[in-house]
């Protein structure tokens, strides 16, 4: 294991791992686990709504902006109509056609 503030080598000690270097101490097994990929997707997501996206003129409820784009979001009973979901191209707020 290495120390994750000095990087030196961390040595057991009791149920814990301890670092000579920096006095670093974890309890053993304990992984740190950065979240980055999830960030990244969602980013993804934000930019790919744009400029792919139909576009509509409507009125923007947040803000006032006149102009959305649109997609059509199919819910999962046969019988009931896909709905529209508008995102704002000044505020990015999102919002669906009742
Ligand atoms: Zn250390
Ligand atoms: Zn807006």
Redesign the pocket.
């Given at each position: 294991m290495i120390?994750?503030?000095?990087?030196?080598l961390?040595y057991p000690q009791g149920d814990q791992l301890a670092?000579?270097?920096?006095?670093?101490t974890q309890a053993k097994g304990a992984v740190q686990v950065i979240d980055h990929e999830r960030e990244k997707k969602e980013q993804v997501v934000m930019d790919s709504v744009d400029g792919t996206l139909p576009r509509t003129t409507i009125i923007c409820d947040k803000c006032g902006h006149g102009e959305a784009t649109w997609v059509l979001r199919q819910t999962r009973a046969a019988d009931e109509p896909a709905t529209r979901i508008y995102q704002c191209t000044g505020c990015r707020h999102k919002w669906r056609e009742y």
């Open positions: 120390c994750p503030g000095c990087k030196g961390l670092c000579r270097r920096c006095g670093h």
